[in-house]
């Protein structure tokens, strides 16, 4: 017989990318600090490359004494942690064989799922609800397999998921899936006033060339997400009103965003897949707002041609700058993927780095402006910081990210415009603009305008906080729903 007196115990399953990993160890962090067990669970893969890149002794699964919530368990929070295998060996590349990794994501991994989460639930009989990465497509599965509540936890902003949520309707439409896609201005989804083509998420700008893993993926996972009891999503209520809206009139939705550790800066937490830069030295030499930070994720990849136009465009500038060039930005066989005399002609002026702590850098008063790739975090992080945004999407929801950023929130510029490709004397000029001069004071006072949004949300009675507030009250209602025992608050039965 279940035990009647035991509070909220959520299994935590975030995708296996860092993009996504983030904002789940910032959810498992908050739900823990508001009376939750919590029970993480990462993949063996992402696990290793973490403690590697803290040089952190965790063993080999995680399942020891020390991981990477060990100091937040001295604090008091009740996280466990434990891991799982994707399928694939530790030492396979997946970034590189990309299209490999995600064939095992969507026909391997979800039997590896099932029995790991049988044997947790068998292990402890008191985990009761599943927080499982919207991208998943076994997620309803695994939670009525288990009795347990089935909330999707989305990582990027709510237009992007009303985007995938309706991808029937663009396929209905011809803006989607056809030899020829239509080019005119989308229209017709709930909750979305106007969008054009070249705005859609990557993958929604293919042709007819619809059957990979990734569309795979994205037809299961949008036809799985709308079984699930509730939908989180790591936004802000304010900044897109109507599309959350119109999702909250089909499912129970909950913007409780943006999800940041507590202190902003000091997450005791580590989440990073390389060896961090500290770069704060450096940055303590220069001038308030005079150094551009460049940066394009943990993930997607881009031309030497590219890298190159962009290395000459910061050469013409003549600005301050952080570069975080990740090895395999090109490929991981690619060396000397800089001009020759690269760094040499940049010296004392240009810093170029593996990786570092983002949100150290960012919120450093040196920092100015950031070149992005436009994920998410990045995105929000930014706008916490008051630094205004030069975008260059490369992948997947960094296209749709880039209209909010440039033009519905107001806060930053496109580094290409319309065409395809950069070249050095755009870059120079984009530069320039984002940092010096009257467009750029226009932008830092619209960035200061929407930070304030994000300020007022987080606060005791704002929208994410009176979300979070709900869904926790929503969500003790269906444990005891489907589970049949009363939740216990602040030591006494409820």
């Known amino acids: 017989m279940a035990d009647t007196k035991q509070k909220p115990h959520a299994l935590l399953f975030p995708y296996p990318l860092q993009g996504h990993v983030i904002p789940f160890v910032h959810l498992a962090t908050k739900l823990a600090l508001n009376g939750f067990t919590i029970t993480f669970v990462n993949t063996e893969s992402i696990h290793q490359q973490i403690s590697k890149a ?59 799922v099932d029995d790991f989460v049988g044997y947790l639930v068998r292990s402890d009989p008191t985990i009761n609800c599943f927080i499982a990465d919207t991208f998943f497509v076994w997620t309803s599965m695994i939670a009525s397999k288990y ?20 991808i029937d309707l663009l396929r209905q439409n011809g803006h989607f899936a056809t030899a020829d896609n239509r080019s005119d201005a989308i229209d017709y989804i709930p909750g979305v006033k106007s969008i054009t083509p070249t705005d859609l998420m ?12 990734v569309h795979q993926i994205l037809y299961k996972a949008f036809h799985d997400v709308k079984k699930g009891d509730f939908i ?46 500290d770069c704060t030295p450096w940055l303590d030499t220069k001038p308030h707002d005079s150094v551009l930070y460049v940066s ?35 490929s991981s066989d690619e060396s000397d993927i800089l001009p020759v005399g690269f760094e040499e002609s940049v010296k004392g002026r240009g810093r ?52 909010l950023v440039v033009d519905d929130f107001n806060v930053g510029i496109n580094l290409c415009d319309d065409k395809k490709y950069v070249n050095r004397e755009e870059v120079s000029e984009k530069i320039n603009r984002l940092m010096k001069g009257k467009s750029s004071e226009e932008i830092r006072e619209q960035v200061k305008k929407v930070k304030k949004v994000l300020e007022d949300a987080m606060e005791k009675n704002g929208s994410s906080e009176r979300n979070f507030l709900q869904l926790i009250e929503d969500l003790k209602a269906r444990i005891v729903k489907k589970k049949g025992f009363v939740i216990k608050e602040n030591g006494k039965i409820k």
């Open 54 to 112: 803290a040089g952190l002794d965790l063993g080999a699964t995680g399942d020891g004494d020390a991981d990477i919530f060990s100091e937040a368990r001295k604090s008091g929070l009740d996280i466990r942690y434990a891991t799982i295998t994707d399928g694939f060996p530790l030492g396979f590349d997946r970034s590189l064989h990309h299209d490999q990794f995600f064939e095992g994501i969507l026909h391997v991994f979800p039997a590896y």
């Open 147 to 166: 009795n347990l509540v089935n909330i999707s936890f989305f990582t990027e902003p709510a237009l992007v998921l009303t985007l995938y949520y309706h």
């Open 296 to 330: 394009f994720g943990s993930y997607a990849h881009t031309s030497k041609h590219e890298i190159d136009e962009i290395a000459n465009g910061l050469l013409l500038s003549g600005v301050n700058f952080i570069w975080v060039l990740r090895p395999d930005i090109v």
């Open 352 to 403: 170029i780095v593996s990786w570092c702590f983002q949100i150290a850098v960012i919120s450093h008063p040196a920092i100015g402006g950031f070149l992005t790739h436009c994920g998410w975090n990045s995105i929000l992080e930014s706008i916490w910081c008051c630094v205004p945004l030069l975008c260059y999407p490369l992948l997947t929801d960094q296209f749709t990210n880039r209209k």
């Open 202 to 213: 990557s993958y929604l700008q293919e042709t007819d060339n619809i059957s990979t893993t």
């Open 232 to 277: 989180i999503i790591n936004t802000v209520q304010e900044l897109e009103e109507e599309t959350i809206s119109c999702i909250q009139k089909k499912q129970p939705i909950y913007a409780i965003g943006p999800i940041f550790p507590p202190g902003f800066t000091k997450s005791c937490i580590s989440t990073s897949l390389w060896a961090e830069s």
